[in-house]
Nanobody, 112 residues
Framework: QVQLVESGGGLVQPGGSLRLSCTAS????????MNWYRQAPEKEREWIAG????????PYPDSVKGRFTISRDVAKNTVYLQMNDLRPEDTAVYYC?????WGQGTQVTVSS
């Protein structure tokens, strides 16, 4: 069955970097688009990055443009989210997504 497992979250100071990973099983990344979302406390879930089945990357929303980068390693069946210049407003639970399938999320906290 389809499983998505995120990792790489944690506590980081403002201006720092983190790389999130989403390891997929039950399907092949090269056949599906993948997305990253995040949800901050008391806010709606926000789409922040997407990569197509052929590896094309969707335009990023303004909230993360120039700071976040999505990529994938098909051989490892893993999608990544490189996050640079992190800000306190980036604090959220970050989720990997494929269609109706979601990972359990990984917490990212940006604080000094």
């Amino acid at each position: 069955q389809v499983q998505l497992v995120e990792s790489g979250g944690g506590l980081v100071q403002p201006g720092g970097s983190l790389r999130l990973s989403c390891t997929a099983s039950g399907f092949t990344l090269s056949e599906y688009s993948m997305n990253w979302y995040r949800q901050a406390p008391e806010k709606e879930r926000e789409w922040i990055a997407g990569i197509g089945a052929t590896g094309d990357v969707a335009p990023y929303p303004d909230s993360v443009k120039g700071r976040f980068t999505i990529s994938r390693d098909v051989a490892k069946n893993t999608v990544y989210l490189q996050m640079n210049d992190l800000r306190p407003e980036d604090t959220a639970v970050y989720y990997c997504n494929r269609n109706v399938f979601w990972g359990q999320g990984t917490q990212v906290t940006v604080s000094s």
